[in-house]
């Protein structure tokens, strides 16, 4: 059964930091790996979508990397800024339709 | 503003109630899904639906009862929900069922008394 783990489960940091948010999952059968980003009480908003055979993808100050083998992601998030608190999700998607989440990372920035 | 987007956006109903949940997309997405998050939980998959047809239910209570009616549409019909049926029912939509970004709307935020 796919697990997916995110460390830390919180981060607080100053604004200008560079940050680097871990997922890990124990199947390395994955088609992709997609970052998400959730405000309090509100839906998730598609960050960075890793297909299986990529690398990283990068969105201006947000780089995501993916190491199939060894089971992990990373989202490094660039000069940080108060707006960026949210929590962050990664999501792996399996041989099958669905997406199955990991724990989540709640980070807050503050300036 | 969300591509995909969910009515009402907030529901208190009882027990005893028959309500419907509304999601609707118009990016000609063939596949829809519906998600229940408990707060401060990773959302969970409850119902699947590609090209129109329930592809995956995930072992969800038939008092959740999922209906396609079109491409565009996806509706959650709840009847006979429990107090710990109360959550943030997400629902989400991608190019088609494989390999795409998932698109999710803002939620139905279910109260059940």
């Known amino acids: 059964k796919q697990e997916v783990t995110q460390i830390p489960a919180a981060l607080s940091v100053p604004e200008g930091e560079n940050l680097v948010l871990n ?5 390395s059968a994955i088609y992709n790996l997609q970052w998400f980003r959730q405000d309090p009480g509100k839906g998730l908003t598609s960050l960075l979508l890793i297909q299986s055979s990529q690398r990283e993808q990068t969105s201006g100050r947000l780089n995501a ?8 992601s990373t989202l490094y998030i660039a000069a940080s800024q108060p707006g960026d608190s949210a929590t962050y999700l990664c999501a ?3 041989s099958t339709d669905k997406l199955i989440f990991g724990t989540g990372t709640r980070l807050q920035v503050f300036p | 503003d969300t591509e995909v987007t969910q009515t009402p956006k907030h529901l208190v109903m ?3 109630n028959k309500k419907s949940l509304k999601c609707e997309q118009h990016m000609g997405h063939r596949a829809m899904y519906w998600y229940k998050q408990k707060a401060k939980k ?3 998959l409850m119902f699947v639906y590609s090209y129109e047809k329930l592809s995956i239910n995930e072992s969800v ?10 491409s565009s549409l996806l509706n959650l019909h709840l009847h006979a929900l429990q107090p710990e049926d109360s959550a943030l029912y997400l629902c989400a939509s991608s190019q088609d069922p494989g390999g795409q970004p998932q698109h999710f709307g803002d939620g139905t935020r279910l109260s059940i008394l």
Not at chain 1, 23 to 27: A, G, I, L, R, V
């Open chain 1, 65 to 72: 990397s993916l190491d199939k083998s060894s089971g992990r």
């Open chain 1, 23 to 27: 997922c890990s999952f124990t199947d």
């Open chain 2, 61 to 70: 209570p038939s008092r959740f009862s999922p209906e396609c009616p079109n």
């Open chain 2, 14 to 16: 009882g027990m005893t």
């Open chain 1, 92 to 94: 792996v998607r399996p």
């Open chain 2, 42 to 44: 990773p959302p969970e």
